[in-house]
């Protein structure tokens, strides 16, 4: 049996595969582009060919783990549902089934007429990915997959792949949006204490080949579980002056707070998953999000590889809380097991009261102290 590490890297290899394969075989590129061309509606599916994408990448995900992990059966959540209703009004499950062809005959029964864009996807769920990396390879870890759960997010900023501009400049290394702002997210989090502990970004359309102009991808890893402290990564030097990111939809109060702690260094982009991958890369040093519009599923896998980098993510309007009334001990981070009270569907799920995600500690109290 694999590691649990290194099936979940190829997890994500795989769906970063699904990803890049909608965007570059014209029958599934057609599909993907329909909502926003708007053009002969008729001949498209009741559902849209984007929430197809997101559910046959989770489902792939949850099928290669729990075929590896069956103790983790039960325990993989993901954003999406995973049904839909065909033309003829029947609910159809999406999933993964014992060969491509039965899979083929099963995405066709959404996407009929659109055989060759469900031959295409099915042969892509049911291929093998081989992973040569011999850093991922020596790793050996003794986590019990039965003490963990996992979040999927299958393709965090989906309006960015949809829309899939390639001509947005970074801002010093930063892309305010477009296709790179798309990614595979996949976290694991300790079922007991809601603790993230295992986490996977993949970056599907991370640079285009010179010579062939198709897109490669990467992936980032990091595990924090009782002393253990492992990432693909290093830990980014810390600036004097802080790199803040933010949404463009951020509150015009916490910007202006922001803006003097940051000498001018606000960075934007789109996409929660994105801007803090910014943060574990060292683009930036902290990622604030005033509002609940984020979800479990979104910062999992970030939040575990930034508590291998020494860093975290903690619970913004809980934080501005406790330093009002004079707690400075460790703000409260997220935690990935406790639904919210009260709230239904999604809901449950929210970050609420927003969040602040950091690598150096000495960031999170400024950004603290300049929004108390």
Known sequence: MAGLLQVLVGASEKAGAIARLCRAEEPLFQLLVAEKT??????RFLQDFKTLADVLIQEVIKHDLGKEFPELQGHIHGEESNEFKNRQGDTVAVQVCNTP???????????????EAAE????AVHRDVTLGDAELASVALSIPPQDLAIWIDPIDSTNEYIGGREDVAPVDGI???????????IGA???????????????PF????????????????GVAYGDTRLSSLSPPPPRPVPCVVLSRAEKGPVQAALGPLCGGHLRFAAGAGYKMLCVILGLADAYVLSEGSTFAWDACAPHAILRALGG?????AGALQARRVGDSGPPTELVYNRPLEGAVGAKCWANQGGLVAYVHPQHLEAVLAALV
Do not use: M
């Not at 708007?38 to 001949?43: I, M």
């Not at 083929?104 to 996407?111: C, G, N, R």
């Not at 975290?312 to 913004?316: F, K, P």
């Open 38 to 43: 708007g053009t002969d509606k008729n001949r």
């Open 175 to 185: 892309a305010p949006a477009g296709l790179r702002s798309a990614l595979v997210l």
């Open 189 to 203: 989090y300790d079922r007991r204490t809601g603790c993230p502990v295992l986490g996977i970004i993949n970056e």
């Open 312 to 316: 975290g993510v903690v619970a913004l």
């Open 206 to 221: 991370y640079r285009r080949d010179p010579l062939t102009r198709r897109w490669q991808g990467r992936y980032h890893w």
């Open 120 to 123: 295409l996807l099915a042969a």
């Open 101 to 115: 062809d039965d899979t083929a005959a099963l995405l066709l029964s959404v996407l009929e007429p659109e055989q």
